[in-house]
């Protein structure tokens, strides 16, 4: 493909996003901090999800930080432009620093609508109880049925619960809490 036909379609493609999504395109520094005015854990810029999905999603992380202390963000986003998602969610989750600083047990979940692409970004307490293929199973089985048909909310409740269950599991909380377990990333 000419560097031509690249550009076009990438304007076409931006155009498209924001005609379906009528959103912007987001960086990592425009998307808004939920945590920020005590909104509670979920980035909805676009308004995808309903008031209600939102409530009751951060009831339940809210529940899930009590008795855990792990940090779990929803982001929800028409498009980041050509940026790879998965760079994305890296860096978003740099960023904000989701998890405590002390064990680094944090959860970022990124749906790019325009890319149909949803990410998990954990940090590295959480990485031996949510490894990638359990984040990929959790997406592949909770979100993917829901999302095909549109129902994001319900998705990503599914998703959440199934996250919470497996880390409040009694052989799990003390990995997600325990004290020192920083690594450098």
């Known amino acids: 493909m000419t560097t031509l036909k690249k550009t076009i379609l990438s304007i076409f493609l931006c155009a498209v996003s924001m005609l379906l999504?009528?959103?912007?395109?987001?960086?990592?520094?425009t998307v808004p901090n939920p945590k920020d005015g005590g909104r509670g854990y979920v980035s909805d810029p676009g308004r995808v999800l309903s008031e209600s999905n939102v409530a009751n999603l951060n009831a339940l992380l809210t529940s899930l930080e009590d008795s855990s202390t792990a940090q779990v963000a929803i982001v929800m986003l028409g498009s980041i432009g050509e940026l790879n998602p998965k760079e994305f969610a890296t860096?978003?989750?740099?960023?904000?620093?989701?998890?405590q600083a002390d064990n680094d047990n944090g959860l970022l979940i990124l749906s790019v609508m325009d890319q149909r692409r949803t990410e998990f970004e954990t940090g590295y307490g959480l990485?031996?109880?949510l490894p990638d293929v359990i984040c990929y199973r959790i997406g592949m089985q909770q979100l993917v049925p829901h999302y095909r048909d549109g129902n994001y909310g319900q998705g990503l409740y599914a998703a959440v619960s199934e996250i919470k269950n497996r880390l409040e599991n009694p052989n799990n909380i003390e990995e997600v809490r325990s004290e020192g377990k920083r690594r450098a990333r």
């Open 127 to 129: 990485e031996g109880i």
């Open 21 to 29: 999504f009528g959103q912007e395109v987001y960086t990592v520094e």
């Open 91 to 99: 860096a978003l989750f740099n960023h904000w620093g989701i998890g």
